[in-house]
T-cell receptor, first 114, second 117 residues
Framework: NAGVTQTPKFQVLKTGQSMTLQCAQD?????MYWYRQDPGMGLRLIYY???????DKGEVPNGYNVSRLNKREFSLRLESAAPSQTSVYFC?????????????FGPGTRLTVL | AQTVTQSQPEMSVQEAETVTLSCTYD???????LFWYKQPPSRQMILVIR??????QNATENRFSVNFQKAAKSFSLKISDSQLGDAAMYFC??????????????FGGGTRLMVKP
C-alpha cells in the first residue's frame, strides 16, 4: 500500500534549468495538491487539482505549472528554476476538497537551485 | 485570510512525561477543521489528530489529545507518556469547511519537540 509517492527524492538544479516533479497516489482520491515547505516554516499551497481535468492556483503559484495527467498522477513543473525555489516540495491527495477530507502527504522532494 | 500561529519554536519533554504544544488561529469563519501533523526527520507529514469546530468534545487519539477553545481560537496538543519516537516537528493546521481555494491547509510555523531519555 504505497499511498502517495513522489519522484525524485532529491534534486539539484542550476538557475534557469527546468524540471518536473512527479506525484502519484493509489488511493483513488479525486483531489491532489502541491505544497512547498521553506526552512523553519509550514507548508504553503502552490497548486491543486480538485478533480481529474481541473487545476487551480493556490497561495504561491508563480514560477510553477502543473498537469493532472490522470486521476492518479499530478506533476509540478519548474520552467526556469530560480534560487528562491529552493525548498522541499510535498504532494498530497484527498478524497475531495471538502474540509472534512483528510489530506495524505507524500515523502517530499528536496530541491536545491544553485 | 486565516492565519495559524505556533508560539513555541522548540519544546522538550522527559520520556514518559506529558507535554502541551500551543496553537492559536485567526478566522472569521464559523465552521472549519483543525489538525495536528507530525513531521519526523524522514520529512513525512503524518496526521496526528483532527478536530471539527462544530464539535465541542475534544478529540483524542491514544496518547494524543487536544484542548479546543473555540472562543479563544486556541487549539493545543497534549502528548501523554511521551516516547522517544514522538520527537519531531509538529504543525498545527487550519482548513475551512467551505470549498474555497481547494480547501487548502493553512499551517503554523511548527514546534520542534525533543524527547529526553
Amino acid at each position: 500500500n504505497a499511498g502517495v509517492t513522489q519522484t525524485p527524492k532529491f534534486q539539484v538544479l542550476k538557475t534557469g534549468q527546468s524540471m518536473t516533479l512527479q506525484c502519484a497516489q493509489d488511493m483513488n482520491h479525486n483531489s491532489m495538491y502541491w505544497y512547498r515547505q521553506d526552512p523553519g516554516m509550514g507548508l504553503r499551497l502552490i497548486y491543486y487539482s480538485a478533480s481529474e481535468g481541473t487545476t487551480d492556483k493556490g497561495e504561491v503559484p508563480n514560477g510553477y505549472n502543473v498537469s493532472r495527467l490522470n486521476k492518479r498522477e499530478f506533476s509540478l513543473r519548474l520552467e526556469s528554476a530560480a534560487p528562491s525555489q529552493t525548498s522541499v516540495y510535498f504532494c498530497a491527495s484527498s478524497v475531495g476538497t471538502s474540509g472534512a477530507d483528510t489530506q495524505y502527504f507524500g515523502p517530499g522532494t528536496r530541491l536545491t537551485v544553485l | 485570510a486565516q492565519t495559524v500561529t505556533q508560539s513555541q519554536p522548540e519544546m522538550s519533554v522527559q520520556e514518559a512525561e506529558t507535554v502541551t504544544l500551543s496553537c492559536t488561529y485567526d478566522t472569521s469563519e464559523s465552521d472549519y477543521y483543525l489538525f495536528w501533523y507530525k513531521q519526523p526527520p524522514s520529512r513525512q507529514m503524518i496526521l496526528v489528530i483532527r478536530q471539527e469546530a462544530y464539535k465541542q468534545q475534544n478529540a483524542t487519539e491514544n496518547r494524543f489529545s487536544v484542548n479546543f477553545q473555540k472562543a479563544a481560537k486556541s487549539f493545543s496538543l497534549k502528548i501523554s507518556d511521551s516516547q522517544l519516537g514522538d520527537a519531531a516537528m509538529y504543525f498545527c493546521a487550519y482548513r475551512s469547511a467551505f470549498n474555497n481555494a481547494g480547501n487548502m491547509l493553512t499551517f503554523g510555523g511548527g514546534t520542534r519537540l525533543m524527547v529526553k531519555p
